[in-house]
C-alpha cells in the first residue's frame, strides 16, 4: 500500500527529506575520487603538495564530494588545534584580493584592510603553515571566472 502525503505528519516529512537530502549515492567512481582528493591530502602532509581539479556539470556532486571527504576525515581527526582543512566557496565574481580576504577570514586570520594583495598572499601563506593547514579545498572556483571571456577577474576595482 501507497502511503499519501496526508499520512505524514509534517515533523514526519521533515525528517524524511532532512534524510534524504544528507544521503550520498557512492556511485562507483565515488571512491576513486575520494581516494584521489586523500592522495593529495597526504602529499601535503608530507611536503610534496600537489593539485586536484574536480570538474562536471552542474549539479553532479563536486561539492557534496568535498564536503563527504571534510567530514570524513572530520570524523578520524582527533586533534585539539585547528582543523587542518580549509574549506572556502569561492565568492561570486571574485577577484584575488576579495579571494584572499575570504582565505584570511575563513582562518580566522587578524589583518589590514589596507594589505597589499602581495602582503595578504604572504600572511595567507604565513597562516597556512602556522594553522598546521594541510588541505584546502576551493569550491565552485567558476566564480574566479568572467563566463563570457573565461578569463580571470582580475580588475581590482
Do not use: W
Amino acid at each position: 500500500m501507497l502511503a499519501k502525503s496526508s499520512d505524514f505528519s509534517s515533523n514526519d516529512y521533515v525528517n524524511t527529506i532532512t534524510r534524504i537530502k544528507s544521503s550520498v549515492i557512492k556511485h562507483i567512481e565515488f571512491r576513486k575520487v575520494i581516494d584521489a582528493i586523500s592522495e593529495c591530502h597526504n602529499y601535503s602532509k608530507i611536503g610534496c603538495p600537489s593539485n586536484l581539479l574536480l570538474t562536471g556539470s552542474s549539479g553532479t556532486g563536486k561539492s557534496v564530494l568535498l564536503s563527504f571527504y571534510k567530514n570524513m576525515y572530520l570524523e578520524k581527526y582527533n586533534g585539539d588545534s585547528v582543523f587542518p582543512i580549509l574549506y572556502l566557496k569561492a565568492p561570486l565574481q571574485a577577484k584575488p584580493r576579495e579571494l584572499a580576504i575570504s582565505l584570511l577570514e575563513q582562518m580566522d586570520v587578524n589583518y589590514r584592510n589596507n594589505l597589499s594583495l602581495s602582503s595578504m598572499t604572504k600572511k595567507i601563506v604565513e597562516s597556512i603553515t602556522q594553522l598546521g593547514i594541510e588541505l584546502i579545498m576551493l569550491d565552485d572556483i567558476e566564480h574566479l571566472f568572467d563566463a563570457t571571456s573565461l578569463r580571470i577577474f582580475l580588475r581590482m576595482a
